[in-house]
């Protein structure tokens, strides 16, 4: 049985590459794996067969025989503990790596969720105007920090890994602000994840679906 996945049938960020099926696509095409994907609607999302493999009614789930997985740090996690290319074979060097990826979501990834909401979901709200500093302020101490970890690095730790493919993708959200051009070194950085020729596989894999919805 091939591994398979579930993407939107119709993608709300318009193609960019943003939306977190991106993840697990970059991750099997690094580790060379072939999988099938199962475009699933906004109102499917919330009926009881996708609700079975993601309680909280979201996208991407991944299947592979009898395993079924949601999150995009668990799902991802576990095709690079499964497949070579992704995690280093020394034990603290793959420790390190993990670590990266719970960065990504836990550190970086709430307060540029958060700056996207404020600006989409309650751009309209009278509190926002005043509010948008504030959350902009924690994006960016956010990413002073990391900015002097990666230094002139080319990745987190060594060769590239699971948690640079968190990061990067992470990070790209914030293109669209300005906020990330602030950062030369971190915007260099997504630019050489996006140049990998399993990032660009994905990515048109993802294009592909806006493509033929626009067509239909």
């Given at each position: 049985?091939?591994?398979?996945?579930?993407?939107?049938?119709?993608?709300?960020?318009g193609g960019?590459g943003l939306?977190?099926?991106?993840?697990v696509?970059?991750a099997l095409?690094?580790?060379?794996?072939?999988?099938?994907?199962?475009?699933?609607?906004?109102?499917?999302?919330?009926?009881?067969?996708?609700?079975a493999?993601?309680?909280?009614?979201?996208?991407?789930?991944?299947?592979d025989?009898d395993?079924a997985?949601?999150?995009?740090?668990?799902?991802?996690?576990h095709?690079?503990?499964?497949h070579?290319g992704l995690?280093?074979?020394d034990?603290?060097?793959?420790?390190?790596?993990?670590t990266?990826?719970?960065v990504?979501v836990s550190t970086?990834?709430?307060?540029?969720?958060?700056?996207?909401?404020?600006?989409?979901?309650?751009?309209?709200?009278?509190?926002t105007?005043?509010?948008?500093?504030v959350v902009?302020?924690?994006v960016?101490?956010?990413?002073?920090?990391?900015?002097?970890?990666?230094g002139?690095?080319?990745?987190?730790d060594g060769?590239?890994?699971?948690?640079?493919l968190?990061?990067v993708?992470?990070l790209?959200?914030?293109?669209p602000s300005g906020?990330?051009d602030?950062?030369?070194?971190?915007?260099a950085?997504v630019?050489r994840?996006?140049?990998?020729p399993?990032?660009?596989?994905?990515?048109?894999?993802q294009?592909?679906?806006?493509?033929?919805a626009?067509?239909?």
């Amino acid at each position: 049985m091939a591994i398979t996945i579930t993407a939107f049938q119709t993608s709300p960020d318009g193609g960019r590459g943003l939306a977190r099926d991106m993840r697990v696509r970059w991750a099997l095409e690094e580790v060379g794996q072939p999988y099938a994907v199962r475009l699933v609607s906004f109102r499917a999302m919330k009926e009881p067969a996708h609700l079975a493999l993601h309680p909280f009614g979201q996208i991407p789930t991944y299947e592979d025989d009898d395993l079924a997985l949601f999150e995009t740090g668990s799902i991802v996690l576990h095709i690079a503990e499964q497949h070579a290319g992704l995690l280093p074979g020394d034990a603290n060097a793959r420790a390190r790596a993990i670590t990266w990826m719970f960065v990504a979501v836990s550190t970086i990834e709430p307060p540029i969720l958060e700056l996207a909401n404020a600006k989409l979901l309650e751009g309209d709200k009278p509190w926002t105007r005043e509010r948008l500093p504030v959350v902009e302020a924690r994006v960016r101490d956010g990413l002073k920090q990391l900015a002097v970890r990666l230094g002139s690095a080319d990745w987190l730790d060594g060769a590239f890994s699971a948690g640079d493919l968190m990061m990067v993708h992470v990070l790209q959200r914030l293109k669209p602000s300005g906020i990330l051009d602030e950062f030369q070194n971190l915007a260099a950085y997504v630019a050489r994840g996006e140049a990998r020729p399993a990032y660009i596989r994905a990515f048109a894999a993802q294009r592909a679906v806006l493509t033929a919805a626009s067509a239909g």
